[in-house]
Structure formats: C-alpha cells, structure tokens
Nanobody
C-alpha cells in the first residue's frame, strides 16, 4: 500500500512562491507515475503536473512556465515548485501515484493512490 503525505501549503500573495512536498511511505518512484492535482471549491479535480518513472514531465497549460515538478528518489519525495502564483491557483493540492507509466497524467481516475491534500491560498 502506497501512502502519500503532502506538506508545504499555505497563504501567499499573488506573485509569490510556494514549494509543495509529497513524502511516500514506500519506494514508489522507480516504477510509478507521480502527479499533482488540485481542486477548488465547486470545481472538478484537475491535473497540474506529472512526472514519469523516466523523469519526463507534463504540465497543464495553466501552469506552464510557472510550476516545476521534480522528485528526489533518495528521499522518496515529490515536489511542486510554484512561482508567480495567481489567485486562480487557490485550491487544495493533492499528490497521487499510479503504476507503471503516465498514460493519462491529468486524469484523476487513472491514479489509485492519493494523499490527504494541502491547501494553497493566493490572495490578490
């Protein structure tokens, strides 16, 4: 069973930065696709970024050039560096894992393992 725990959320003004972390209970990254999703109140959960087992990355158009996904295999930790934050980035952010590859990296139903989420609030 893969357990994921997010941290690093908080409140920031527009234009600011945050780095989210996702710690895994097991060594998942060698053969897993890892993703970050977010869900704002009243909206569907949407994919933000994903990183495949080979290190290749994918980003939603809304965050390209502002967010960077990365992983540290030695620490079993996934990261999401978020720069130039906008009020519309406000949401609960979740990390997720699926095996073996990122077939549909932005489709939540493809990911069986989820963390509990961390809140990100961006004020204007």
């Amino acid at each position: 069973q893969v357990q994921l725990v997010e941290s690093g959320g908080g409140s920031v003004q527009a234009g600011g930065s945050l780095r989210l972390s996702c710690a895994a209970s097991a060594y998942t990254y060698s053969g897993y696709c890892m993703g970050w999703f977010r869900q704002a109140p009243g909206k569907e959960r949407e994919g933000v970024a994903a990183i495949d087992s080979d290190g290749s990355t994918s980003y939603a158009d809304s965050v390209k050039g502002r967010f960077t996904i990365s992983k540290d295999n030695a620490k079993n930790t996934l990261y999401l560096q978020m720069n130039s934050l906008k009020p519309e980035d406000t949401a609960m952010y979740y990390c997720a894992a699926t095996s073996p590859f990122c077939v549909s990296p932005f489709e939540p139903t493809r990911f069986p393992y989820w963390g509990q989420g961390t809140q990100v609030t961006v004020s204007s």
